[in-house]
């Protein structure tokens, strides 16, 4: 699925514009961000592709949903 990821003044935030929805991440697999999973405040994990450390936000990327936890 596409997912928009974006820093907001609390944090990082995925937006899935199909769902209209909008959840901070509330936890990283990995301190880069990229090629591990995310966890959304509202339980969904998703997957990200490993993209360099440096990569600029906001970003669209494709992401896949793992389920409820890692």
Excluded: C, F, H
Excluded at 12 to 31: F, G, N, T, W
Excluded at 33 to 49: D, E, I, T, Y
Aim: aromatic content about 6%; proline content about 9%; glycine content about 8%.
């Amino acid at each position: 699925m596409k997912i928009m990821i974006r820093r907001t003044d609390k944090g990082l935030s995925a937006y899935v514009p199909k769902k209209d929805l909008e959840q901070p991440i509330v936890e990283l697999e990995k301190d880069a961000l990229w090629g591990g999973w995310v966890k959304l405040k509202n339980g969904w994990v998703l997957a990200l592709p490993d993209l360099p450390p440096e990569t600029r936000l906001p970003i669209t990327v494709e992401a896949k949903r793992l389920g409820e936890d890692a």
